[in-house]
Every structure is written in structure tokens, then in C-alpha cells.
């Protein structure tokens, strides 16, 4: 399968946890995104990469979260202290960065649903 | 900022009926626009795309026409199929600064229903 895959696809965990999710995208992708979608909503981004470096960081990314893609591959997102209003579906893409529509390719998801 | 504006849904059609589902944008660049779906159950898939004025994105029956003069993509199927039910996103990538991230910007999704 040479698709974009996350795991795990569910996590339920207590507020005030930590929680780690994991990306893994399409081989030749050099960029990852993060997004996050709630219920009735469209994706929202979170932040992405070009390779290794995080060149980018939305306002909804609090200083709970942090990201990483240490060797350019794969990447993870971890919640801090978790909180009720943290529950989502987590969604990862991937793409190129050339071409004229960067067209990005996404994940499962993880979905998120802190008690 | 960029935004994405659908129409609220569902949207609840007969089969082999038409559909429009209507999307405008405000962006401060020259995006591309998208439309991605998703089934039940599934991750978000691109339908289509358009890169510039007057592009018609097409794929699976489903066209939209990137409409400069009017912010619009809206995306039409001249026949559905009770296996096009799904949820329908369109989205903007516009390119930001000298890093051109390209992240997406979603609408909220318009959720379509098509009865046999």
C-alpha cells in the first residue's frame, strides 16, 4: 500500500494525558500537513513540513501541541495535558512540493476523543 | 484570510437526478480550488481540481468550472448514483509568502443523500 497511513485510528484517553499520534505518507512526498476536523466541519490546518523542518505553525496549534518529522519520513503529533475540546479527527496529508497544484493525498485519520 | 463558503446541506436527491452544490471562495492570491470527498467510513479523496480562470476540473461524472469573475467552483454531476452519498468538500490552496505552503482551506462540507 503505498497510500498515506496514520495510526492508531482511534485513541480515547482521560484528560490531562498525553497522547502520540503517528503519520507515515507517501514515500516520494516531501511535504506533511496536519489537520484537524471536527464534527460537521471542514479540515482545519494545524501545520506541515517541508522535509524535515516545520516551516509553518496555525494559531490553533496551542503550545500543548507539538509535531515533529525527525528524518524527513514520517512524522508525530503529541497532545500535552489533554482536553475535552482536543477530541477530533486528526488527518495527515502529503504531497509533492512541485507541479502547479501540489495536490495533497490524506490519511485515515485519528480519531481523538478525550473523557 | 482565505475562506470557503458551501451550501448547507444535506442535500437529498432521487437518483439520476442533477446536482449542483455550490461553493464560492475569497482568497487574497490566485488559488487552485478543489474538490475532495468523502465517503462514510473513509478518509478525504480529491474529486477534482482546477488551477486557474476558466479551468473545468473534471472526474467520475462530476465537473466544476473555476469561475474568477464570480469566487465560484461549484461542482455539478448530470446523474447521481445512490453510491455518490457522501460528504463533499471544497477547498482553496493558495500560496503564502516566499514558503508557498500550500495548506488547504476547507469549506464545512455539504453532505449529499441520494435515494434509490
Known amino acids: 500500500d503505498t497510500g498515506v497511513s496514520q495510526n492508531p485510528r482511534h485513541k480515547i484517553t482521560k484528560r490531562g494525558q498525553n497522547v502520540t499520534f503517528r503519520c507515515d505518507p507517501i514515500?516520494?512526498?516531501?511535504?506533511l500537513y496536519w489537520y484537524r476536523q471536527t464534527l460537521g466541519q471542514g479540515p482545519e490546518f494545524l501545520t506541515y513540513f517541508q522535509n524535515e523542518a516545520q516551516l509553518e505553525k496555525s494559531r490553533l496549534l496551542s503550545d500543548r501541541f507539538s509535531a515533529e518529522r525527525p528524518k524527513g519520513s514520517f512524522s508525530t503529533l503529541e497532545i500535552q495535558r489533554t482536553e475535552q475540546g482536543d477530541s477530533a479527527m486528526y488527518l495527515c496529508a502529503s504531497s509533492l512540493s512541485r507541479g502547479l497544484t501540489y495536490e495533497q493525498y490524506f490519511g485515515p485519520g485519528t480519531r481523538l476523543t478525550v473523557t | 484570510g482565505d475562506s470557503v463558503t458551501q451550501m448547507e446541506g444535506p442535500v437529498t436527491l432521487s437518483e439520476e437526478a442533477f446536482l449542483t452544490i455550490n461553493c464560492t471562495y475569497t482568497?487574497?492570491?490566485?488559488?487552485?480550488l478543489f474538490w475532495y470527498v468523502q465517503y462514510p467510513g473513509e478518509g478525504l479523496q480529491l474529486l477534482l481540481k482546477?488551477?486557474?480562470?476558466?479551468d473545468k476540473g473534471s472526474n467520475k461524472g462530476f465537473e466544476a468550472t473555476y469561475r474568477k469573475e464570480t469566487t465560484s467552483f461549484h461542482l455539478e454531476k448530470g446523474s447521481v448514483q445512490v453510491s455518490d452519498s457522501a460528504v463533499y468538500f471544497c477547498a482553496l490552496s493558495d500560496q503564502k509568502g516566499d514558503t508557498g505552503r500550500r495548506a488547504l482551506t476547507f469549506g464545512s462540507g455539504t453532505r449529499l443523500q441520494v435515494q434509490p
Open positions: 514515500s516520494e512526498h516531501n511535504r
Open positions: 482546477a488551477t486557474k480562470a476558466d
Open positions: 482568497a487574497t492570491g490566485y488559488p487552485s
